[in-house]
C-alpha cells in the first residue's frame, strides 16, 4: 500500500515537469525566433570611447553571432560592455560565422578610440 501511495504524486510531479520543460522551450524558441539581429549586438556609446592617449584604448566583442570585429571602447568601460556581451550571447541560440578575425591595435583618433589594422 505504500508503494501505490508514494507512486501517485511522483507521476504527477514528473507530468507537470515535462509540461513545465516544454512551455519553457516553447516560451525560449518564440522569443529567440522573434528576435531581429541587431538585438543580439551590444551597443556602444560613444562617450565610452573618448579618450587622449593610445593606451587607454581596448576592445569589446558585440555581436553574438561574431560576425564583425567588435568595437573599440575606453579601457574604463571594457568590463561593462563584456559582461553586457556575456549575459546576451549566454542565451543566444542563432548562427556564427565562420572568418578568422584580422589583427588590430586600438589606437586614439581625434579624442575617440578607434581600430586600425596591423599592416
Same mark, same amino acid.
Given at each position: 500500500?505504500?508503494?501505490?501511495?508514494? &507512486?501517485?504524486?511522483? @507521476?504527477?510531479?514528473?507530468?507537470?515537469?515535462?509540461?513545465?520543460? #516544454?512551455?519553457?522551450?516553447?516560451?525560449?524558441?518564440?522569443?529567440?525566433?522573434? &528576435?531581429? $539581429?541587431?538585438? #543580439? %549586438?551590444? @551597443?556602444?556609446?560613444?562617450?565610452? &570611447?573618448?579618450?587622449?592617449?593610445?593606451? $587607454?584604448?581596448?576592445?569589446?566583442?558585440?555581436?553574438?553571432?561574431?560576425?564583425?570585429?567588435?568595437?573599440?571602447?575606453? @579601457?574604463?568601460?571594457?568590463?561593462?560592455?563584456?559582461?553586457?556581451? %556575456?549575459?546576451?550571447?549566454?542565451?543566444?541560440?542563432?548562427?556564427?560565422?565562420?572568418?578568422?578575425?584580422?589583427? !588590430?591595435? !586600438?589606437?586614439?583618433?581625434?579624442?575617440?578610440?578607434?581600430? $586600425?589594422? !596591423?599592416?
Amino acid at each position: 500500500m505504500t508503494g501505490a501511495w508514494i &507512486q501517485a504524486p511522483n @507521476k504527477r510531479l514528473v507530468r507537470r515537469a515535462t509540461i513545465a520543460a #516544454w512551455a519553457v522551450v516553447l516560451v525560449w524558441a518564440q522569443l529567440a525566433s522573434s &528576435q531581429d $539581429e541587431r538585438q #543580439w %549586438e551590444v @551597443k556602444i556609446d560613444p562617450a565610452d &570611447q573618448a579618450c587622449t592617449a593610445d593606451a $587607454e584604448c581596448g576592445h569589446v566583442t558585440t555581436r553574438c553571432d561574431n560576425c564583425n570585429d567588435g568595437a573599440p571602447v575606453n @579601457k574604463q568601460h571594457v568590463m561593462r560592455y563584456r559582461d553586457a556581451y %556575456e549575459a546576451l550571447y549566454r542565451v543566444y541560440a542563432g548562427a556564427h560565422c565562420a572568418r578568422a578575425s584580422p589583427v !588590430f591595435r !586600438f589606437v586614439c583618433r581625434d579624442r575617440r578610440c578607434a581600430m $586600425e589594422p !596591423f599592416q
